[in-house]
């Protein structure tokens, strides 16, 4: 029994140290049997240790070994259990073996208010530029015309590597920088683009801003692309980027007649906010060829087109902040229409129906112009921006109306030329003075010639004559200037400001006849007009922001004091009105929590006509359309309500937002129309006019991670109430219009990708003095399979569902079809794609639209199918 006790209670001790003899602890001591350890401990504090040898262990081959981090392992033969086994261990660099930690799962970064979305893990090999991937982004919507929204909100400001190179224009970037030379997009939220106006004046704007790859900055960067096809089809595209911090550009060529609208590269998206901002109501154009306008497709669906052009935008980044930018482009364009238009006006005892055919042909010039510098400091700003746009526009129409052939020419040449300066300087006390001035000149000659003789009975008391000329023109001088003072505080911004704004206008035409005998003469003593018009305005205005982090708030308190003359001689007119008007605004954002806020806002805005108001000789806008006023100058009183909720959870990539509106109208005037079986009259009348308009929508946008797959979807909902005067008849109104959406784009596989959207509008309008109700139904249908057969060849087919109810109608239904397959050389960069549009051969196209009591059903001719190769290669 002693024996026994003896051999259980075996220890082996000793010592750990390095090797100048300073002890480890917890240096690891283990036991072994071969290779299995049979006990273990490690030492202490003084390095020493002590082991159990087990009852049932192979003595007789014990081993024992020692061990610590940065040091060599020692190993020792137990050959006698008496003895204490000590141990000196030499240094040693061990390096750890490289963990990598995957997540295939797209995902955020959120820092502060921006948002930052890889584009690595949203694109797909068939993605060729950076809008294909913008397309499906969480949360982020785009337009048919290229417009982006993020949460229901459009962007303000669209920057490349932090530099604006285009403004609003952003189209030619979207469709042109390749996707494998951004890294991320970013989404800003509360942008403030003005350094020195950062957390001291709030702004709910939201910026995009595209982060390059490094590599990419450093070199030209490009796609070049040409193409021809059958029947008769030709494409190019070659472009030339660069990306630099001190120099950015977009350089490009494109010709077509493949139906893609060049035009839209120099869309401005915001034209109509700065407008509205500096109370530039500037004339659009007056005359034009039809009624029928451009069917509800995407333009590649219908547009005949010989369209080719150049765009240049360029901009350097110079010492001291100092940056200048030239964006230059020029269009040339021939574009085909033709259609067939039918027409219904619903009276209470009538309905006037016309039936039109037109073959129109316009060849469209476009010149665009913007030379920028700009200082952004933190002490102080200065922009100066100097635009001049020229436009000349020839219009070819062949017309029959209600039987009777005529023949159309309209020319309208545009001269738009402007410049905008604007300063701000810091002073000492931390208070800052801003110089803001805006000079515009324009005018726009329209010339139009319809022959022969339209409508006799109505122009020449029954006699045929040779032509019917109209004439018409609006020159036009704005300026805009004010000085403002901002005094920043800890917890609140004080703004005042006081300025001035002039315009000065003189709108003249003529509508006359040119006889068989070659003699011309005025249609009647109403057809003229020479207006003179001047617009002034003097106004303060006070502004208070709250930039808090939590809550956001902003109250605008404007003054304006308006004068305007206007006066045409040949009818005896001379008017002057003064007025006073008060239009306060306030707008509230709480942040409700760290990814979610709550805005409201209110508004009451005091608003008048302009020039286009008030002339009282008659104008053939259209072939069939004269128009004219007989009241003063509208004035309209408007307030406005808006509530709307926004959240989102970056790290499941989850969007929502919600927003309402209200609207209410007074104006002194209301558009009365007179419709005959031949022509169409309106004139303004002096009477009363209310307009109620509520509105909703709401967006979600969600990423299934399991699933890889971007959901989305909407709803939106508009009721307005109107009067109308048809035929001396007042007709109140109640139209309400209903939608909703849905989008998915999914990774099925690494080989698939799929996209699918819907639209579903109704529109539904009733007159409670007709006691009838129309009612307008749409279904649009979108979608696409990406198939990568392997990695250097992919397969693309895509189509489009288009299906119109109307109770007035039969139902129709569209359904047009594209493939292409495209093969990659990746040793030159280069890739061949061969395409299909419109497999089915789809060559007609007819819409419905419904507005109050009218309906029109328009077919449309489109291009039928083509096919086309194109060689793509990247430098």
Not at 160 to 181: C, Q, R
Not at 398 to 424: C, H, R, W
Not at 496 to 503: D, S
Not at 666 to 690: C, E, F, G, K, M
Request: with cysteine; proline share 3%.
């Amino acid at each position: 029994m002693l024996c026994s006790g003896f051999c259980l209670a075996q220890t082996l001790k000793g010592t750990v140290a390095d090797s100048l003899g300073k002890p480890l602890s917890f240096a690891s001591v283990n036991l072994k049997a071969g290779n299995l350890i049979v006990a273990y401990t490690n030492t202490n504090n003084k390095g020493t240790y002590s082991i159990n040898i087990p009852a049932d262990a192979d003595k007789a081959n014990l081993l024992i070994e020692a061990s610590h981090l940065s040091y060599k392992k020692d190993v020792q033969k137990v050959s006698d259990f008496a003895v204490a086994y000590n141990f000196k261990l030499s240094g040693a660099t061990n390096q750890l073996k490289t963990v990598v930690v995957k997540d295939n799962r797209p995902h955020l970064r959120t820092h502060g208010d921006t948002l930052d979305y890889k584009v690595s893990e949203f694109s797909s090999p068939q993605d060729r530029v950076i809008g294909d991937v913008i397309k499906k982004l969480p949360g982020v919507t785009v337009d048919k015309d290229g417009k982006i929204s993020y949460n229901g909100k459009a962007i303000s400001n669209f920057y490349i590597g932090g530099d604006n190179l285009l403004d609003d224009k952003y189209n030619i970037a979207t469709s042109s920088i390749p996707n494998g030379v951004v890294d991320k997009v970013q989404v800003m939220e509360n942008h403030q683009p003005v350094k020195m106006l950062q957390n001291k004046v709030v702004s709910d704007d939201v910026a995009m801003n595209l982060t390059i790859k490094k590599d990419a900055k450093l070199q030209l960067v490009g796609q070049e692309t040409i193409g021809a096809g059958l029947p008769d089809k030709y494409y190019a595209d070659l472009n030339a980027m660069m990306f630099k911090d001190k120099y950015k550009a977009i350089n490009a060529l494109k010709v077509n007649n493949t139906s893609l609208d060049l035009a839209n590269d120099v869309i401005a998206h915001n034209k109509g906010g700065f407008m509205s901002r500096l109370d530039n109501d500037k004339p659009g154009s007056v005359l034009s060829l039809g009624t029928a306008g451009d069917p509800d497709l995407p333009t590649n669906r219908y547009l005949f087109n010989q369209a080719a052009m150049l765009n240049l935008n360029n901009l350097v980044n110079l010492k001291n902040d100092v940056q200048l930018r030239a964006n230059v482009s020029y269009l040339h364009d021939t574009q085909k229409q033709k259609y067939t238009k039918f027409s219904e006006f619903y009276l209470p005892n009538d309905t006037v129906r016309y039936a039109e055919v037109q073959d129109n042909r316009q060849k469209p010039d476009l010149l665009h112009s913007l030379f920028s510098l700009n200082i952004n400091k933190k002490e102080y700003y200065l922009s100066n921006n100097f635009v001049a746009d020229y436009a000349k526009n020839t219009g070819y129409s062949a017309l029959v109306t209600n039987g009777t052939p005529v023949n159309q020419v309209l020319k309208d040449n545009l001269t738009d030329i402007s410049n905008e300066f604007n300063y701000m300087k810091t002073f000492k006390t931390n208070n800052i003075i801003e110089l803001y001035s805006y000079l515009n000149r324009s005018t726009e000659p329209e010339n139009r010639i319809i022959e022969p003789g339209l409508n006799p009975d109505i122009f020449n008391n029954g006699v045929p004559y040779k032509q019917l000329v109209q004439n018409v023109n609006i020159p036009t001088w704005f300026t805009n200037n004010y000085i403002s003072y901002k005094v920043p505080g800890n917890k609140l911004t004080q703004s005042y400001k006081a300025g001035f704004m002039l315009q000065s206008q003189n709108l003249t035409s003529n509508l006359s006849l040119l006889q068989q005998n070659s003699t011309s003469a005025l249609l009647s003593d109403s057809a003229v007009n020479n207006l003179d018009w001047t617009k002034r305005k003097l106004y303060s205005e006070a502004r208070y922001d709250i930039p808090g982090s939590i809550l956001k708030l902003t109250i605008i308190l404007p003054v304006n004091y308006l004068n305007i003359d206007y006066k045409d001689s040949y009818y005896g007119l001379k008017k002057n009105l003064e007025r006073l008007y008060f239009n306060p605004q306030l707008n509230i954002k709480y942040q409700t929590g760290i990814e979610d806020y709550i805005s409201a806002g209110y508004n009451f805005n005091n608003d008048i006509g302009n020039i286009q108001d008030v002339y009282r000789g008659y104008i053939l806008q259209n072939y069939r359309g004269l128009f004219a006023n007989n009241a003063d100058l509208t004035e309209r009183k408007t307030q406005s309500a808006s509530l709307g909720y926004n959240y989102r959870k970056a790290i499941s990539l989850f969007f929502f937002g919600v927003n309402a509106s209200y609207t209410h109208q007074d104006a002194n005037s209301i558009s009365s129309s007179i419709v005959t079986d031949n022509i169409q009259q309106r004139i303004v009348l002096p009477y009363d006019n209310n307009i109620d308009s509520w509105s909703g929508n709401g967006v979600v946008s969600k990423y299934a991670f399991s699933l890889r797959t971007t959901f989305s979807a909407g709803l939106s909902y508009q009721t307005t109430r109107l009067n109308q005067i048809l035929n001396n008849i007042v007709l109140p109104y109640k139209t309400i219009s209903t939608g909703a959406s849905f989008g998915a784009d999914t990774k099925l596989s690494n080989k698939v990708n799929f996209s699918y959207k819907a639209a579903y509008d109704r529109t539904r309008s009733k007159s409670t003095v007709t006691d009838s109700e129309n009612k307008f139904e749409r279904l649009t249908q979108q979608g696409s399979v990406n198939y990568n057969i392997s990695d250097n060849l992919f397969l693309k087919v895509a189509g489009d569902h288009y299906y119109t109810h109307q109770q007035r109608a039969n139902d129709l239904v569209y359904m047009f079809a594209d493939a292409s397959i495209r093969y990659k050389f990746k040793k030159i960069k280069a890739d061949v794609e061969i395409g299909a549009q419109n497999l089915f051969n789809i060559k007609t196209y007819s819409a419905l639209y419904l507005s109050a009591n009218t309906f029109t059903s328009s077919a449309y001719t489109i291009p039928g199918r083509f096919l086309l190769a194109k060689f793509t290669f990247n430098i």
